[in-house]
Protein backbone atom coordinates (compact mmCIF):
# COMPACT_ATOMS: atom_id res chain seq x y z
CA UNK A 1 0.00 0.00 0.00
CA UNK A 2 2.74 2.58 0.83
CA UNK A 3 4.36 1.55 -2.36
CA UNK A 4 0.90 2.79 -3.76
CA UNK A 5 0.98 5.79 -2.06
CA UNK A 6 4.64 6.64 -2.74
CA UNK A 7 4.04 5.66 -6.84
CA UNK A 8 0.68 8.51 -6.47
CA UNK A 9 2.89 11.15 -4.71
CA UNK A 10 5.50 11.41 -7.13
CA UNK A 11 3.26 11.35 -9.87
CA UNK A 12 0.91 14.32 -8.74
CA UNK A 13 4.55 15.55 -8.14
CA UNK A 14 5.26 15.19 -11.65
CA UNK A 15 2.25 16.82 -12.82
CA UNK A 16 2.46 19.57 -10.45
CA UNK A 17 5.98 20.41 -12.35
CA UNK A 18 4.65 20.42 -15.57
CA UNK A 19 2.16 22.83 -14.65
CA UNK A 20 4.10 24.96 -13.19
CA UNK A 21 6.50 24.60 -16.21
CA UNK A 22 3.37 25.13 -18.62
CA UNK A 23 2.19 28.51 -16.62
CA UNK A 24 5.60 29.70 -16.49
CA UNK A 25 6.14 29.52 -20.50
CA UNK A 26 3.09 31.24 -21.10
CA UNK A 27 3.83 33.95 -19.30
CA UNK A 28 7.17 34.01 -20.90
CA UNK A 29 5.76 34.03 -24.40
CA UNK A 30 8.19 31.66 -25.88
CA UNK A 31 5.58 28.62 -26.34
CA UNK A 32 4.28 29.37 -29.68
CA UNK A 33 7.92 29.69 -31.14
CA UNK A 34 9.16 26.57 -29.36
CA UNK A 35 6.20 24.24 -30.87
CA UNK A 36 6.85 26.02 -34.31
CA UNK A 37 10.47 25.04 -34.15
CA UNK A 38 9.67 21.40 -33.07
CA UNK A 39 7.23 21.01 -35.32
CA UNK A 40 9.09 22.29 -38.13
CA UNK A 41 12.62 20.40 -37.16
CA UNK A 42 9.81 16.99 -37.18
CA UNK A 43 8.33 17.89 -40.57
CA UNK A 44 12.13 18.66 -41.98
CA UNK A 45 13.15 15.43 -41.02
CA UNK A 46 10.18 13.12 -42.00
CA UNK A 47 7.64 15.28 -43.77
CA UNK A 48 9.64 17.07 -46.86
CA UNK A 49 6.64 18.80 -48.16
CA UNK A 50 5.39 19.67 -45.59
CA UNK A 51 8.77 21.56 -44.37
CA UNK A 52 8.88 23.14 -47.89
CA UNK A 53 5.62 24.75 -47.66
CA UNK A 54 6.57 25.98 -43.99
CA UNK A 55 9.35 27.46 -45.56
CA UNK A 56 7.39 28.84 -48.03
CA UNK A 57 4.45 30.49 -45.76
CA UNK A 58 7.73 31.52 -43.57
CA UNK A 59 9.03 33.58 -46.40
CA UNK A 60 5.40 34.93 -47.59
CA UNK A 61 4.73 36.11 -44.39
CA UNK A 62 8.21 38.22 -43.82
CA UNK A 63 7.95 39.95 -47.31
CA UNK A 64 6.38 42.82 -46.68
CA UNK A 65 4.25 44.94 -49.34
CA UNK A 66 5.49 48.38 -50.49
CA UNK A 67 4.12 50.82 -49.17
CA UNK A 68 2.85 53.54 -51.05
CA UNK A 69 4.22 57.21 -51.30
CA UNK A 70 1.63 59.59 -49.66
CA UNK A 71 1.90 62.19 -53.11
CA UNK A 72 0.84 59.65 -55.17
CA UNK A 73 -2.32 59.34 -57.36
CA UNK A 74 -5.02 57.00 -55.31
CA UNK A 75 -6.41 54.11 -57.18
CA UNK A 76 -8.91 51.70 -55.65
CA UNK A 77 -7.59 48.55 -54.47
CA UNK A 78 -8.65 44.73 -54.88
CA UNK A 79 -10.87 45.75 -51.85
CA UNK A 80 -12.44 48.77 -52.94
CA UNK A 81 -13.65 47.16 -56.02
CA UNK A 82 -15.63 44.30 -54.46
CA UNK A 83 -18.42 46.56 -53.84
CA UNK A 84 -18.98 47.11 -57.30
CA UNK A 85 -22.43 44.52 -57.98
CA UNK A 86 -23.56 46.63 -55.15
CA UNK A 87 -22.87 49.62 -56.64
CA UNK A 88 -23.98 48.71 -60.48
CA UNK A 89 -27.28 47.46 -58.50
CA UNK A 90 -27.86 51.22 -57.07
CA UNK A 91 -27.13 53.01 -60.65
CA UNK A 92 -30.20 50.43 -61.96
CA UNK A 93 -32.25 51.72 -59.15
CA UNK A 94 -31.82 55.45 -59.63
CA UNK A 95 -33.91 55.61 -62.63
CA UNK A 96 -36.62 53.98 -60.77
CA UNK A 97 -36.46 56.04 -57.26
CA UNK A 98 -36.34 59.43 -59.28
CA UNK A 99 -39.64 58.49 -61.06
CA UNK A 100 -41.12 57.52 -57.84
CA UNK A 101 -40.08 60.61 -56.26
CA UNK A 102 -41.21 62.68 -59.11
CA UNK A 103 -44.90 60.82 -59.16
CA UNK A 104 -45.07 61.75 -55.59
CA UNK A 105 -44.13 65.98 -56.20
CA UNK A 106 -46.73 66.04 -58.78
CA UNK A 107 -50.23 65.59 -57.01
Known amino acids: ?3 FLVF ?6 I ?10 VRRRGGA ?11 DEAFRVTAYESHQEIQAQA ?28 RQRLRPRIRRLRGRRRRP
Do not use: N, Q
Request: without cysteine; aromatic residues 6%.
Open 1 to 3: MTA
Open 8 to 13: VAGLAG
Open 15 to 24: MGVFTWLAVY
Open 32 to 42: GAGITAALAAH
Open 62 to 89: SRKAPLLSPDDRWTPGRHETAHRPAIRA
